[in-house]
């Protein structure tokens, strides 16, 4: 968003015009350069998944190829097919966050109750990679919340811890009520964060390992996301991790 903040009384009046165009005019050109910028990742994204379905298709109908082989092709096609629907899902969620037209409806929620069932409901993911998951609520915190918009972002946040740590280690849920606030940190054991890629982590399609992208299915659009839905909430994220030791995601959301 950007204003002009015009005081013009007496002989400056022109000057502060002046001023209040060149910053507009700067904030223009920044808006023009930051949506250049993402349409040419958006571009970016869509044409390395494009490019193996293609490929593929290409090789699968040849005539002489066997049925073990050929299905081998149509499974990477599947797989980039999705690929490219999750991103374009994605897009499309934040085009409309974009234009704040989407609604949140939120519910007066017991927070420990919804970490119960978010629990429940990952339990088996987390079983399925030997990992373990647990959460920490103490007391009744009720805060309101849009419950859809608020597993999504822990889906999210999940997601994450899941795929970016190794068996054998834990991911907890932590939901504290503070002074002025309540708190959620989700903490894992991964592979953590480089402190210079930190800062840029809830940019849109942002990666600290730009080669494994592909491969561990990610849009690279999750962490914006979820800061979007975060600060709708009227609410912060931020990480804070130890390269090799792990991550924490806090949140941080108004009481009431
Ligand atoms: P992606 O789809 O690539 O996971 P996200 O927006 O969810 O995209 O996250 C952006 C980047 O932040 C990821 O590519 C990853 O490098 C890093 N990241 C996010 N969560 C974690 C985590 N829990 N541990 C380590 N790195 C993480």
Known sequence: DFSVHLQVKGEDELAELGKAIQTLARDLEYLKKERNEFL?????????????????????RR?????????????????????????????????????????????????????KKLHDKMQPAF???????????????????????????????????LKYSDQGSIVSIDVRKEKHHIVIIVADEGR???????????????????SRSRTSGGTGLGLAIVKEIVEA???????????????NMIITLPEG
């Open 40 to 60: 040419a990742s958006i571009s970016h994204e869509l044409r390395t998944p494009l490019t193996y379905v293609k490929g593929y298709a290409d090789i699968a």
């Open 192 to 210: 953590g964060i480089p402190k210079e890629d930190l800062p840029h982590i809830f940019e849109r399609f942002y990666r600290v390992d730009k």
């Open 63 to 115: 005539p002489n190829m066997g049925e073990e082989e050929r299905n081998r092709y149509l499974s990477i096609i599947y797989e980039e097919a999705e690929h490219m629907q999750k991103l374009v899902k994605d897009l499309f969620e934040l085009a409309k966050m974009d234009q704040h037209s989407f609604q949140i409806h939120k519910e007066l929620t017991n927070l420990c109750s919804f970490f």
């Open 127 to 161: 079983q399925a990679k030997k990992m373990s998951l647990v959460y920490y609520c103490d007391g009744s915190i009720t805060v309101h919340i849009d419950q859809k918009r608020f597993e999504q972002v822990m889906m999210n946040l999940l997601d994450n811890a």
């Open 233 to 247: 909430h009227g609410g912060a994220i931020y990480a804070a991790s130890e390269y090799g030791k792990g991550t």
